[in-house]
């Protein structure tokens, strides 16, 4: 049943008109439908322009949905152009469309999607990180207790040389005893307010002299070391810096475009809306992605 409903969507999913190609003969053809041929090219396409859902099946259950969709497709076409419908006014409206929509994607991919290169995207990561503001992070432990004198108790300990690290495996409530309380590195934001401030302020091998509450109980903290936040690798992030590049690379293309052409918009109201959308984008790199091939 399921299969047969997933073969039944891929009908509707497969948006395409399979036309005979001038290379027919270079290529296999997967299935006929009458005198037409469905070549593998055309099912490369029905793959590719899949509706999401199925896009998560297994290649080979792709390809069966996406060949179901193409053969339904090229059964209906041949119908619908006996009775006349490719001559119909709305039909060549809607075809007139496409074509553009499609000449778009293909300018899109041609002048900037392929057109990025990993020089350009390394320039736009080396200018973000340049732009980070420098962030601190410490690296802590902490032993947790339930009540201010079992914390005082603790501090007392460690004033005569006991080791925080063993300390905390006899003494926390806290789910990381077993380490010695070990929290690892953080930065500001990450721990509850009480915790943070009392952690940031200590000096590097020191431990709090008093106990620091917080919602959780009592703590004794003790920071280990401090170093600036390192900036993720280009690795971590290329495909996020290949966006804004590719975003700005498309922002370009389009002022250039308008400022070769007249946009004119006779309705008030869709002219204000078109203008609010089309301000300068923020230059915070959060501002948006590149736009994607319109579908």
């Known amino acids: 049943m399921l299969r047969h409903k997933l073969l039944a969507t891929a009908a509707l999913a497969v948006g395409l008109s399979f036309g005979a190609s001038a290379f027919a003969q270079e290529e296999a053809v997967v299935a006929k439908v009458g005198d037409l041929e469905i070549l593998q090219s055309e099912l490369d396409l029905a793959v590719a322009n899949l509706d999401p859902q199925l896009q998560q099946l297994p290649d080979e259950q792709k390809r069966v949905a ?12 041949q119908s619908a ?63 947790l207790v339930k009540t201010e004198e079992e914390a005082k108790a603790v501090i007392a300990d460690l004033d005569a040389g006991k080791d925080f690290a063993e300390l905390a495996k006899t003494k926390s409530e806290d789910s990381n005893k077993d380490d010695g309380g070990d929290l690892g ?35 004794v903290i003790k920071l280990e070391d401090r170093r600036d936040v390192q900036p993720p690798a280009l690795e971590q992030v290329e495909p996020q810096v290949r966006q804004l590049v590719m975003r700005d690379k498309y922002l370009a293309l389009i002022e250039k ?32 992605e590149a736009p994607a091939p319109q579908q």
């Open 81 to 143: 152009a006996e009775e006349g419908l490719a001559e119909t006014e709305d039909f060549q409206k809607r075809m007139e469309y496409i074509k553009d929509r499609e000449l778009h994607n293909s300018y899109f991919r041609k002048h900037v999607v392929d057109a990025v290169t990993d020089e350009e995207v390394k320039a736009r990561y080396e200018k973000e990180i340049a732009a980070l503001p420098k962030q601190e992070e410490v690296n802590a432990r902490h032993i």
């Open 66 to 77: 996406a060949l179901s969709g193409a053969i339904d497709v090229k059964l209906l076409a």
């Open 257 to 288: 475009a308008k400022a070769e052409q007249t946009v004119e918009i006779m309705d008030e109201t869709l002219r204000k809306g078109y203008e609010d959308v089309n301000k300068a984008p923020d230059a915070d790199p959060a501002a948006g």
């Open 185 to 219: 590195w953080f930065s500001k934001g990450r721990m509850v307010p009480e915790f943070e401030e009392a952690a940031f302020a200590l000096e590097k091998g020191a431990y709090t002299k008093t106990p620091v509450q917080s919602q959780f109980g009592f703590h």
